[in-house]
């Protein structure tokens, strides 16, 4: 039997921009507690970037970690313009599943289409969340339909055309599977995250991989690689091979690693396979590099990088 991680899920959150991406995920952390009491949320969680407030969109990923109960669920968050396809495709590989948020008034849009066709054809079954049901104008069934034809248009699998559905209101942190009624709190959209996302595979004890997937940058620590463990465990101290593009090998140690807690970064001594990490210290590392044990070098197929790096300013 195979050991699964049951512990946690990893999601990304597509959306048309302004459908409400980043107050859906304000939300989901203030309700999970994820944050102390008497932490503020004084910025919006993860609309920081320079970038994207000159331009008033989303751009770069950002991640961010909610607990619910017992479970951990890493949320990654997606750049909804066709100029980032690359990374959005790379996201999507990283993750078991996607919450898609729909707005209730203004239904399918250009990028709603956009990133749904990405997760579709990374084979990810979406929860679909139609936002802003305190709308005046809000018309949850005719936007439901169109979700669904665009799914049938988009060639979904029955799983996948299978969808469930959440109507919220994100900025009053509510919502049920009701379109007629509002719980005072989304508990239901922690629970389709747990109830229908996928549980990655435990399978920590085989030779680890991780590949690098985007890349941040910090004054202090420099470049950090941001990706998933797709196998194995990686511990602090550990010897490990970083596999370049170009198939040439360096080595080093592993120094520092991050996982993800609320909005912050917490340095973490193991990771185990399912998780999503972030590390520091190597040197040019790339995304798409594959870092595997010295004796057991195996890199992961190349993600396609079709995108300006802007994480690199
Ligand atoms: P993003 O671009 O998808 O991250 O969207 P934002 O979270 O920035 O939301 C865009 C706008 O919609 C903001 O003005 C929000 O206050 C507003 N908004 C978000 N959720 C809701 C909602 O549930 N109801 C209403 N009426 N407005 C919302």
Redesign the pocket.
């Known amino acids: 039997m195979t050991d699964l991680r049951k512990d946690i899920r990893n999601i990304a959150i597509i ?1 048309h ?7 859906l995920v304000d939300q989901l952390l203030r309700q999970s507690g994820t944050f102390r009491e008497n932490e503020q949320v004084d910025e919006r969680a993860m ?1 920081t970037n320079d970038i994207e407030k000159e331009r008033g969109i ?1 751009i770069l990923a950002k991640n961010t970690a909610v607990k619910y109960h017992d479970t951990r669920i890493n949320i990654l968050d997606t750049p909804g313009h066709a100029d980032f396809g690359g990374e959005v495709e790379r996201i999507m590989k990283m993750v078991d599943g996607v919450l898609l ?1 729909v707005d209730a008034y203004e239904g399918c849009m250009p990028q709603t289409r956009f990133v749904l066709k990405k997760a579709l054809e990374q084979n990810l079954t979406p929860v679909v969340v139609v ?2 049901i ?2 005046d104008m809000a018309r949850p069934s005719e936007v439901v339909d169109e979700v669904l034809d665009l799914f049938i248009e988009l060639g979904a699998n029955e799983d996948q055309i299978d969808f469930p559905v959440v109507y ?5 942190g509510t919502a049920s599977e009701d379109p007629e009624k509002q719980d005072e709190d989304m508990d239901v959209i922690f629970r389709m995250i747990s109830d229908n996302v996928p549980v990655p595979f435990d399978n920590s004890d085989e030779p680890f991989q991780f590949q690098i997937a985007m890349l941040d940058y910090n004054d202090y620590l420099g470049r950090i690689g941001v990706g998933r463990v797709f196998r194995g465990t990686l511990r602090t101290g550990d010897h490990a091979a970083l596999v370049k593009l170009d198939g040439t090998v360096k080595k080093f140690r592993i120094s520092k690693m991050f996982g993800f807690f609320g909005l912050k970064k917490e340095e973490i001594s193991e990771a185990k396979a399912g998780d999503l990490v972030a590390i520091s210290g190597v040197e040019d590392i790339m995304v798409g590099e594959t870092m595997c044990p010295v004796d057991h070098q195996e890199a992961l197929p190349v993600l396609r990088i079709d995108e300006p790096t802007l994480q690199m300013t």
């Open positions: 959306a921009v302004d459908h409400g991406k980043t107050t609309d989303t948020v936002n802003k305190d709308r919220a209101s994100a900025i009053n």
